[in-house]
């Protein structure tokens, strides 16, 4: 039996593929897909996630659950289906190398990725892939550059390696709960900066809910021993600036959807809503003041009309910043 490549992803939605596309440029990557492998190897696309773009010759595309026997095997499932991801594959996968590349809080236990990882497969190598990037600007091999956090400095240094592509670079840190908290709570403060330009507060607004959102984020992360600087790099400020002004980001696009009082576009998935309700919970739990995080949880969950959530955040006492 030939040996897998070095590196497998396992998941083929737009940011898994794309992943894909962007490692085989330096040699021969696998990519598990759960459904449609065959047409998708057939056709050498992915049309229904990321159309558009060719596979390189050098992606194979399987279904075959002993693809997930490589080295290094790169996460690309939803954050809220990461458990069971991980617990259905884990005679596979655990002792290598476990690269999660989803953002967000599990709801059930409110970990990040890479306590689930360790948790099912206590022999695996945690690491985390995040930062500001969206699927379609690395799969047409646009520069984009990623934190990569994991515990063991050495591994992370081989993962770095590993993982540096002609237009994809990882920048390592240790620090993994910092690197974790910054890709989850971006997505909530999009939601945010979305509720409020969609309610016609305006640019300077939305500029002030990034700014306050910020330091929600650094304070939930300080108060779970992450590093103040890891949330102003590329996983922490750089996601947020990203998610927050495009409107090509998911979340960005949903809160503005409510904030305009219109239904958001059925069938995408949003990870901020289900990260929101898990960060006012640890939030809780912690004692952390997370206003803004707490007011959006509220509203995806009908608990708070939009115009009462901007009323109250705005008549909340002043204080030094």
Known sequence: MTAPPEICVLGAGAFGTALGVALAGRGPVTLWAREGAAAMQAARENRARLPGVALPEALRVTGDPDALSSPIVLIAAPMQALASTLQEHRARLDGRALVACCKGIDLATLLGPSALIARTCPAATPAVLTGPSFAADIARGLPTALTLACADAEAGARLQAALAAPALRPYRTTDVTGAELGGALKNVMALAAGIVLGAGLGESARAATITRGHAEMVRLAQALGAHRETLAGLSGLG??????????????????????????????????????????????????????AATVAAICAGEMRVPDAIAAIFNRPLKEE
Not at 251 to 273: K, Q, R
């Open 239 to 292: 996601d947020l600036v990203l998610t927050a002004t495009s409107p090509r980001s998911r979340n960005f696009a949903h809160g503005l959807a409510l904030g305009e009082g219109h239904p958001p576009a059925p069938g995408v998935t949003v990870e901020g809503i289900a990260t929101a309700t898990a960060t006012r919970a640890l939030a809780a739990r912690l004692g952390v003041d997370m206003p803004l």
